[in-house]
Nanobody
């Protein structure tokens, strides 16, 4: 299975933007679906965005219109562009990919939205 590593998290003010990256140790072309999850301490890990196949995307209602998931297979990277961030977006963000070998996870990156 490809190993995934997230980057790009940090502290941002409300209304700001961040772009998270998730880079594979090898090709991500075999990942037919990719996704981003987030987890608040003490809560379950929630699916927030997914890229399904080549052309379809899905977003949970709380991020729809603000977040954009994308992938660049030439760079073996999955992205999550986050705009108009809110304090309730504070969480650890995880990327994930699905292949015939199963589901791969990154280690997570912290995003904190605070003034």
């Amino acid at each position: 299975q490809v190993q995934l590593v997230e980057s790009g998290g940090g502290l941002v003010q409300p209304g700001g933007s961040l772009t998270l990256s998730c880079t594979g140790s090898g090709t991500i072309q075999n990942l037919y679906n990719v996704a981003w999850y987030r987890q608040v301490q003490g809560a379950e890990r929630d699916l927030i965005a997914a890229a399904l196949g080549a052309n379809n995307t899905w977003y949970t209602s709380s991020v729809k219109g603000r977040f954009t998931i994308s992938r660049d297979n030439t760079k073996n990277t999955i992205y999550l562009q986050m705009n108009n961030l809110k304090p309730e977006d504070t969480a650890v963000y995880y990327c994930s990919g699905y292949s015939s070998e199963g589901q791969s996870w990154g280690q997570g990156t912290q995003v904190t939205v605070s003034s």
